[in-house]
């Protein structure tokens, strides 16, 4: 199987932690996509994945799946422990819940500011990403003060939480780990206003798959 993606960038970061988490990096073959040249953009890459975004999963028999929620749910199923989507149904649905949350508010959120609201890839990407228009930098900057108050919710949840989705580290921690890891790359840090989101963040940077990951 096949995992095109561009090491360390965020999204592609996710994957390569759930790889990690469940032991499962050597069954996968990394093809890298040169996102700065826009090559996530032509048609090859399309046929892929028509969003034009990485991280891509390729099966053995040629299907691609996309969506970072869709491949950790094919890894989750597919081998090896832990369970990072949940195994009751309380704990899927609460694990689907605040992925969505960290999805829209921070992964999302940052990504959006970072190309409508900054420089973001360059030139070359910048032209597929949205044609000049008036409203395109209030907007992103808006996506920041959605970053910014899902850091404030976050933080509430973890002084209450271990993990974000209650007791055990899962998709939705990764998610939202891998959304502070873009921000710091723009100098957007996590302050001593979010004690328990900063605490958090230190304990999960201290998990193998975390520390050890491949492509950072
Ligand atoms: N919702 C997608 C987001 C993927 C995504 O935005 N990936 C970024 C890399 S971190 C990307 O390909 N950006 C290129 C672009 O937006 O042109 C997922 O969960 O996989």
Redesign the pocket.
Known sequence: MKIY??PG???????RIVLAEKGLEQRFEFVP?D?IA?E??QAAFLAKNP??????LELDDGTHI??????TEYLDNLDGAPTLTGSTPREKALVHMMQKRA?DWM??GI?IYF?YATPG?GAT?QA??SPEWAGRKEWGERQLEKFTNGMRYFDGVLARTPYIAGDSFSMADITVY?ALL?AAFINIGVTDDYPALKAWQAKVAERPSVKNRSGQ
């Open positions: 993606d561009t960038f965020p999204n592609p970061a996710r994957i996509v996102l826009a996530h953009k969003s034009g975004v990485v991280p891509v996309a969506e970072c929620v869709a491949i999805d992964i999302d990504g190309h890839l990407l597929y990403k891998c873009h």
